[in-house]
């Protein structure tokens, strides 16, 4: 589909910061199940890719961002 094209794309042409790879690193040490490893995957894929286009992948603090399963109010309340 287009979006995994334009994925492919931005991950060819764009050098993710070091910051951008502990990011995602710290969304998936979190995981503790396969299901919250698809969710983190369903919510990074569209948000870095959108960075990537918007031309802010290197303006984000990546290291001070939360990950996706602190900033997700709706897995906490799915879990609990």
């Known amino acids: 589909s287009r979006p995994q ?7 060819k042409v764009v050098a993710w910061p070091d910051g951008l790879k502990r990011y995602v690193e710290r969304n998936f040490e979190q995981c503790k199940t396969d299901e919250q490893k ?20 290197n303006y984000v603090d ?19």
């Open 5 to 11: 094209t334009v994925e492919k794309e931005a991950r």
């Open 38 to 57: 698809v969710y983190v995957q369903s919510k990074l894929k569209p948000f870095i890719t959108n960075a990537v286009n918007k031309g802010t992948l």
């Open 62 to 80: 990546w290291d001070k961002k939360p990950t996706i399963l602190e900033e997700g109010t709706t897995w906490k309340a799915r879990t609990a």
